[in-house]
C-alpha cells in the first residue's frame, strides 16, 4: 500500500467502497443526533449557568476527565470493542442532558465527570472505526490513502459539523421566544475587557438567563436527539473485527500505550500543533459565545451566530477533504492557521457594539472555515503518521486534546479574556513552526526511500 505523505497525488482519483461509506454513514448518523444535543449545550454552558461559575467548572472537570479516559482508551477499547464503547457513551450523554434540567453542583458535575471517562474511547473509537475503514477502501480500490482517509473523514465531519447548525438552531428559535434575554452590564465589560468576577477591580458580564419552561422544552428537543443516536447506533452499526495490535498487546501494554508512543519524536514534535485545536475551539466555545455575544447581543443570539459557524465548518470539511489530494495537508493547515491567527489578533483589540451585530456573523464563518480543515485533515495526519499503532496515537492525540480544554477552562476562572488570547496565540505560532519541522522530517524520509 502507498501513502503520499503531505503530497500532491499523482495516483489515481480515490474509490470507495459503498460497504466503508455505509459503515461511515451510520457512525456519522449517530454522532449527528447526539452532538447535535452536547454542542448547543456545551456552547450555552458559560452563559446559561453562570452562577458560581458552575457552566464552566463542569466543562473543566469533564475534559479533565477526558485525559484519563484517554490514557485509557486502548485498553478500554480492546476490552469492550468499538460498537459497545460508543453505546455506553451515548447512554453517558443521555444522563449529561437531563442534569441539566435541574443543573447544580451535585447532579451536573457529577455528569460531566462521567461523560469525560468515556469521551476519551469515545473519540479513539470512532477516529479508529475511520481509519481502518479508509485503509480498507484503499486497498480494494487501489487508491491513495491520503485521499481515502481526506474523503472518509470528510464525509464524517460534514455530518459532525450539521450539527452546530440543527442544535444552535433550536436553542435560538427556542430561547428566542424570551424577549427579555439580553445582558445587564454596560458594552466597555464585554468582548477583550471580559474577566472573572474573582479578577479585582473588574467585575464580570452578568447575562440574564431565560425562564425554567423555555430551558425544559430545549432539553426535552435535546434528549429526544440523544436517544435518536443510541438507537441508530444499536441498530445499524456494524462491529469490526480489533486491530493485530489490539488483539497482540497485553494489559500493560494497552495501559501504557498513550505514554509509549510519544517515544516516537514526530508525535512529541506535534503536540503543541494538536493542543492549538483544541484551545481555539475552547475559545470560541466559553469567550467567543459569553464575551462577544451574549455580553452584547443576549444569549438568544449565540444559536444563530454558531449555527453560521457550523454551516461554514460543513462546506469547509466537505470540500477541503475532496481537494486535499491536490493541494497536500500542508497548505491547507498553513490557511487555517492564518485564519485564526487573524481572528485572535482581532478579538484581542475589539470591543464589540450592538450594531456591529454583522461582524460576528462574518467573524463565525470565518472560523468555521479553518476548524473544518482542522477536524479533516488532522485525523487523516494522525492515521497516516502513525498507521501501525492508530489506537495508541490517537489516544494520545485525544488526550493532548482534552488536556488544553481543560487548562483553558480553568484559567478562564482566573484571567481575562486579552490574557488567556496572548497565550493562544503564542502556542498557535509555536505549534506551527513544530508541525513544519514534522513535515519536513516526512518528506525528507520519503525522498530517502524513494532514492
Known amino acids: 500500500m502507498k501513502i503520499c505523505f503531505g503530497c500532491k497525488t499523482t495516483e489515481k482519483e480515490v474509490g470507495i467502497s459503498g460497504r466503508e461509506t455505509w459503515n461511515v454513514v451510520i457512525i456519522s448518523l449517530s454522532f449527528f443526533a447526539v452532538f447535535t444535543a452536547y454542542l448547543a449545550l456545551q456552547n450555552l454552558q458559560s452563559s446559561l449557568n453562570q452562577e458560581d461559575g458552575l457552566g464552566v467548572i463542569s466543562l473543566s472537570c469533564l475534559y479533565a476527565f477526558i485525559i484519563v479516559s484517554a490514557i485509557l482508551a486502548p485498553w478500554i477499547i480492546k476490552t469492550l470493542g468499538i460498537k459497545i464503547s460508543l453505546l455506553i457513551s451515548w447512554v453517558s450523554h443521555i444522563l449529561y442532558t437531563c442534569s441539566n434540567f435541574y443543573p447544580t453542583f451535585a447532579t451536573l458535575i457529577p455528569t460531566s465527570i462521567l461523560l469525560g471517562l468515556i469521551s476519551g474511547p469515545l473519540w479513539t473509537s470512532q477516529s479508529v472505526f475511520i481509519s481502518n475503514n479508509a485503509y480498507s477502501a484503499s486497498e480494494l480500490n487501489r487508491a491513495d490513502t491520503h485521499a481515502t482517509l481526506s474523503r472518509l473523514n470528510g464525509i464524517f465531519f460534514t455530518f459532525y459539523e450539521l450539527t452546530q447548525i440543527t442544535g444552535n438552531l433550536v436553542s435560538s428559535f427556542v430561547l428566542n421566544k424570551d424577549e427579555y434575554n439580553m445582558t445587564s452590564v454596560i458594552t466597555s465589560t464585554c468582548g477583550c475587557n471580559d474577566c472573572p468576577i474573582t479578577t479585582s ?160 456573523f462574518a467573524m463565525a464563518v470565518m472560523w468555521g472555515l479553518g476548524e473544518g480543515i482542522w477536524q479533516t485533515q488532522s485525523n487523516a495526519l494522525i492515521a497516516l503518521l502513525f498507521p501501525e499503532r492508530t489506537e495508541a496515537a490517537f489516544a494520545n492525540y485525544h488526550c493532548t486534546k482534552a488536556a488544553s480544554f481543560t487548562v483553558y477552562f480553568v484559567i478562564s476562572l482566573y484571567v481575562c479574556v486579552k490574557v488567556k488570547l496572548l497565550l493562544v496565540i503564542v502556542l498557535l505560532v509555536v505549534g506551527s513552526a513544530m508541525y513544519a519541522v514534522v513535515e519536513v522530517h516526512v518528506y525528507r524520509n520519503k525522498t530517502t526511500v524513494n532514492k
Open 201 to 360: 477591580g473588574n467585575e464580570t458580564s452578568k447575562i440574564v438567563e431565560p425562564a425554567a419552561p423555555t430551558v425544559y422544552l430545549m432539553l426535552s428537543i435535546f434528549l429526544a436527539f440523544d436517544v435518536l443516536g443510541f438507537l441508530c447506533t444499536a441498530a445499524f452499526l456494524p462491529s469490526i473485527p480489533k486491530s493485530e495490535w489490539a488483539e497482540q498487546s497485553n494489559k500493560k501494554e494497552s495501559f501504557t500505550a498513550c505514554f509509549s508512543a510519544l517515544q516516537d519524536p514526530k508525535l512529541a514534535f506535534l503536540l503543541p500543533f494538536i493542543s492549538i485545536m483544541a484551545m481555539e475551539q475552547a475559545v470560541l466555545w466559553t469567550d467567543f459565545t459569553k464575551s462577544f455575544i451574549s455580553c452584547i447581543f443576549g444569549i438568544q443570539m449565540v444559536g444563530f451566530v454558531m449555527a453560521s459557524y457550523g454551516c461554514a465548518t460543513t462546506i469547509s470539511a466537505l470540500v477541503t477533504s475532496r481537494i486535499a489530494k491536490y493541494t497536500g495537508r500542508y497548505v491547507l493547515f498553513s490557511f487555517a492557521a492564518a485564519v485564526n491567527l487573524a481572528i485572535f489578533i482581532l478579538l484581542y483589540v475589539w470591543v464589540p457594539t450592538e450594531n456591529q451585530k454583522a461582524y460576528v
